[in-house]
């Protein structure tokens, strides 16, 4: 399975940008980047993902280093209600493991009023 | 446009009986994935299925577990003779097909084993 770096937590103030990082230095050619965060007690929730260029939508933005070993999820202005687990997956691209999303421990993060 | 639909939301069950958790995929969307996460771990991929036909099985327990995605109604996971090891959060995803998309969660059904 593909693997994911990520810091264990990070603290914001509310209203401020957020950069949460992510290395994956074994990521393959096909390998999409995804980001799902999980507020306590929900299920996960798809934020954003990408394979080479940056992305961006109405949650936030993805950008992904040229060599593509690492990404950068892009929170443009916290709130306190962005306070949840964040994880970098690569999902698989191929054969039967198509469908698996292998989660990390995330990073948690914290927002300060 | 409802959302993945997971039932019971909280579900307890004694040790030894049976479990049943259902997930109602998004409106058009034919692919299920199911999911565990143990009290203060990380989720865990279990069963990847499609209408009636289970594409990866790599992560369910060899016994005990069985999951279905039947032509019509609901993907069922089901669990016989639960013990205590079993409780957990279990989260059912749903995405319309193969391809570049995101996954959508159902809220998880919460099985405490008693």
């Known amino acids: 399975d593909a693997k994911t770096t990520q810091p264990n937590s990070m603290e914001s103030n509310e209203e401020e940008p957020v950069h949460l990082p992510c290395n994956h230095s074994t990521i393959s050619g096909t390998d999409y980047i995804h980001w799902y965060r999980q507020l306590p007690s929900q299920g996960p929730e798809y934020v954003i993902h990408?394979?080479?260029s940056n992305v961006n939508n109405r949650m936030a933005s993805l950008a992904i280093a040229e060599d593509r070993k690492s990404s950068t999820l892009i929170l443009h202005r916290a709130t306190l209600r962005d306070a949840a687990v964040y994880y970098c997956i690569l999902r698989e691209s191929g054969g039967t493991s198509y469908g698996k999303l292998t989660f990390g421990q995330g990073t948690i993060l914290t927002v300060h009023p | 446009n409802a959302g993945v639909m997971q039932n019971p939301r909280h579900l307890v069950r004694r040790r030894g009986q049976e479990a049943r958790l259902r997930c109602s995929p998004m409106?058009?969307?034919?692919?299920v994935y199911w999911y565990r996460q143990l009290p203060e771990e990380g989720l865990k991929f279990m069963v990847y299925l499609q209408k009636e036909n289970i594409i990866d099985e790599s992560g369910m327990p060899k016994e005990r577990f069985s999951a279905e995605f039947p032509k019509e109604g609901p993907s069922i996971l089901r669990i016989q003779q639960v013990v205590r090891g079993d409780s957990a959060a279990y989260f059912c995803?749903?995405?319309?097909?193969?391809?570049?998309?995101?996954?959508?969660f159902g809220s998880g059904t919460r099985l405490t084993v008693v």
């Open positions: 409106k058009g969307h034919s692919h």
């Open positions: 990408g394979l080479t």
């Open positions: 995803a749903s995405s319309p097909r193969q391809g570049d998309y995101g996954y959508t």
